[in-house]
């Protein structure tokens, strides 16, 4: 069904909306309805694409000074704010999140995302050294960043306009071109960014987006391009390794950030009110799509059966439906293939012995909602630490619950896991707290609390979760070559 609200959506490149060389529906998870008619990037647009970033670093941008790209990010963040509902508008119709959700988190964040950068690349200095030899040389040295170049951005559909902001921002700060490709299920918030970052007042060709897939399509033809200079991608770990065969040729700096499967461990010492409140947001936030949700949770045999309650109770009270319903907390999943993969790990935790102590399977919202990509959230006990869904990233707004006695035994099964991104401990041992966080293999790990970001603070992951670190001084680091200038004195 096409209604007057479906857009056409083209790349945009060089300062303008240019056509591809073939186009895709894009379908709303909530309901199967026409959200866009995108049009996919060909090798055409994409060699364009790189010319134009190249362009752009070889003209005044090139030349740029920090206060002045601090403005430009200032003056993007406040064009963002004055189009707000136009971004939470496209965030929902793409993903079909709730309403609350994409104002509070998606949409705000790429706000304080452009301001933060703002503020780290104003504040950073330069590296240096007063050199003083055996012989009696001195030297000065000092390291000036220089940006990386051509930057190709690569981000997927759960956070579409946050993990995009989170890295267009660093990038441009540091005097970079990119060149975006949003996935094919969320291509409309990179689009509109596109207007505002122009709006604000930037260069052509220093912002530039590619609609299309991953293999054989725009993903693959911009990462293996021969004249880029370096890829920051966030999505799935496999996804990851294939990106970085594809630039191994040509020794290309990678930022990855990659999958999970979170631990929580909840000790009987915890403030449990705390605690089922705040796991029931790590598991079940974004339903579940979010690469920092907890979908193993330990917890201390004591309190084992009052937090299984405690959760249990929580999922029951979630309300799917519509984004922009009163109450709604829960969305659908991105998309129809997506909730088919999830749906998988129903059967295989069935298969695998698991007692589905709520959900379990797709939930009947009615005729409207019929075509959506729904599906219940789930909690599971009794499974094995060897079965598949304990050790693969599901994606979904699903949790395994599993009792622990002691420390030493927690932090071994959180730690058991080819991933390492995120981790939470629940305690009130302050001791403890710090004890055992310090020993969790991950990039990031909590204390009676979950997603709590200081964006000057490194992000990222271990293992299949990912290569390097970005935040603060981080990003500062991955979008800049540094140059040392060594004076003798
Ligand atoms: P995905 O890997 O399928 O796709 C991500 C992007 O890569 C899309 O734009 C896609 O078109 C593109 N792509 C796919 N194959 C490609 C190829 N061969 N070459 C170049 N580009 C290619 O991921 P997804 O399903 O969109 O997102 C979900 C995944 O992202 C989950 O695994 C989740 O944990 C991860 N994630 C990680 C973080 C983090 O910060 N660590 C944050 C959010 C999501």
Same mark, same amino acid.
């Given at each position: /069904?096409?209604?007057?609200?479906?857009?056409?959506?083209?790349?945009?490149?060089?300062?303008?909306? #240019?056509?591809? +060389?073939?186009?895709?529906?894009?379908?709303?998870?909530?309901?199967?309805?026409?959200?866009?008619?995108?049009?996919?990037?060909?090798?055409?647009? @994409?060699?364009?694409?790189?010319?134009?970033?190249?362009?752009?670093?070889?003209?005044?941008?090139?030349?740029?000074? %920090?206060?002045?790209?601090?403005?430009?990010?200032?003056?993007?963040?406040?064009?963002?704010?004055?189009?707000?509902?136009?971004?939470?508008?496209?965030? #929902?119709?793409?993903?079909?999140?709730?309403?609350?959700?994409?104002?509070?988190?998606? %949409?705000?964040?790429?706000?304080?995302?452009?301001?933060?950068?703002?503020?780290?690349?104003?504040?950073?200095?330069?590296?240096?050294?007063?050199?003083?030899?055996?012989?009696?040389?001195?030297?000065?040295?000092?390291?000036?960043?220089?940006?990386?170049? @051509?930057?190709?951005?690569?981000?997927?559909?759960?956070?579409?306009?946050?993990?995009?902001?989170?890295? %267009?921002?660093?990038?441009?700060?540091?005097?970079?071109?990119?060149?975006?490709?949003?996935?094919?299920?969320?291509?409309?918030?990179?689009?509109?960014?596109?207007?505002?970052?122009?709006?604000?007042?930037?260069?052509?060709?220093?912002?530039?987006?590619?609609?299309?897939?991953?293999?054989?399509?725009?993903?693959?033809?911009?990462?293996?391009?021969?004249? #880029?200079?370096?890829?920051?991608?966030?999505?799935?770990?496999?996804?990851?390794?294939? #990106? /970085?065969?594809? +630039?191994?040729?040509?020794?290309?700096?990678?930022?990855?950030?990659?999958? !999970?499967?979170?631990?929580?461990?909840?000790?009987?010492?915890?403030?449990?009110?705390?605690?089922?409140?705040?796991?029931?947001?790590?598991?079940?936030?974004?339903?579940?799509?979010?690469?920092?949700?907890?979908?193993? +949770?330990?917890?201390?045999?004591?309190?084992?059966?009052?937090? @299984?309650?405690?959760? %249990?109770?929580?999922?029951?009270?979630?309300?799917?439906?519509?984004?922009?319903?009163?109450?709604?907390?829960?969305?659908?999943?991105?998309?129809?293939?997506?909730?088919?993969?999830?749906?998988?790990?129903?059967?295989?935790?069935?298969?695998?012995?698991?007692?589905?102590?709520?959900?379990?399977?797709?939930?009947?919202?009615?005729?409207?909602?019929?075509?959506?990509?729904?599906?219940?959230?789930?909690?599971?006990?009794?499974?094995?630490?060897?079965?598949?869904?304990?050790?693969?990233?599901?994606?979904?707004? @699903?949790?395994?619950?599993?009792?622990?006695?002691?420390?030493?035994?927690?932090?071994?099964?959180?730690?058991?896991?080819?991933? !390492?991104?995120?981790?939470?401990?629940?305690?009130?041992?302050?001791?403890?707290?710090?004890?055992?966080?310090?020993?969790?293999?991950?990039?990031?790990?909590? +204390?009676?609390?979950?997603?709590?970001?200081?964006?000057?603070?490194?992000?990222?992951?271990?293992?299949?979760?990912?290569?390097?670190?970005?935040?603060?001084?981080?990003?500062?680091?991955?979008?800049?070559?540094?140059?040392?200038?060594?004076?003798?004195?």
């Amino acid at each position: /069904m096409v209604n007057e609200s479906v857009r056409r959506l083209q790349s945009f490149v060089d300062g303008a909306y #240019i056509d591809g +060389v073939s186009s895709w529906e894009k379908r709303s998870p909530v309901d199967g309805s026409l959200v866009a008619v995108v049009e996919e990037a060909g090798a055409e647009q @994409v060699d364009a694409a790189v010319a134009a970033a190249r362009r752009a670093l070889e003209g005044p941008w090139g030349r740029s000074s %920090v206060a002045e790209r601090a403005a430009l990010m200032r003056r993007i963040a406040d064009r963002i704010e004055a189009r707000f509902d136009d971004f939470v508008a496209a965030e #929902i119709g793409d993903t079909g999140k709730p309403l609350k959700q994409a104002r509070e988190l998606d %949409v705000a964040r790429a706000v304080v995302n452009f301001r933060s950068f703002a503020d780290t690349v104003s504040a950073t200095g330069l590296d240096s050294f007063l050199t003083e030899l055996a012989d009696g040389r001195r030297a000065l040295n000092y390291a000036v960043p220089r940006p990386l170049g @051509v930057v190709a951005v690569v981000v997927p559909w759960n956070l579409p306009l946050l993990l995009l902001t989170w890295k %267009v921002a660093p990038a441009l700060a540091c005097g970079n071109a990119v060149i975006v490709k949003p996935s094919e299920e969320t291509p409309s918030t990179a689009t509109l960014l596109a207007e505002v970052i122009a709006e604000a007042g930037a260069p052509a060709g220093i912002y530039n987006v590619l609609h299309g897939f991953g293999p054989g399509s725009a993903g693959e033809m911009l990462t293996t391009h021969p004249d #880029i200079d370096g890829v920051t991608f966030t999505g799935e770990s496999a996804t990851g390794a294939a #990106i /970085m065969r594809g +630039v191994a040729p040509y020794v290309r700096p990678v930022s990855f950030e990659l999958g !999970g499967k979170n631990a929580a461990l909840v000790f009987a010492d915890a403030d449990l009110e705390k605690a089922v409140a705040g796991l029931g947001r790590s598991i079940f936030t974004n339903t579940g799509q979010v690469c920092l949700c907890t979908e193993r +949770v330990y917890i201390q045999r004591p309190v084992y059966d009052e937090v @299984v309650a405690g959760l %249990v109770e929580h999922a029951r009270g979630l309300r799917l439906g519509r984004p922009e319903a009163e109450g709604t907390t829960t969305g659908p999943l991105i998309s129809r293939e997506h909730r088919a993969k999830v749906h998988g790990y129903l059967d295989l935790a069935r298969e695998d012995g698991a007692d589905v102590l709520v959900g379990g399977g797709i939930p009947d919202l009615g005729a409207d909602l019929a075509d959506g990509a729904w599906i219940e959230p789930t909690l599971w006990a009794g499974l094995d630490h060897s079965s598949r869904v304990l050790r693969e990233e599901v994606f979904g707004p @699903v949790a395994a619950l599993m009792p622990f006695d002691s420390e030493d035994e927690a932090v071994k099964l959180a730690n058991d896991s080819r991933y !390492g991104l995120a981790a939470a401990t629940w305690t009130s041992d302050l001791e403890r707290g710090h004890r055992v966080a310090q020993q969790m293999r991950v990039g990031m790990s909590w +204390v009676n609390t979950w997603y709590l970001r200081d964006l000057r603070s490194p992000f990222g992951g271990v293992g299949l979760s990912g290569i390097g670190r970005e935040g603060g001084t981080h990003s500062m680091h991955f979008y800049t070559e540094p140059t040392n200038v060594c004076v003798q004195l």
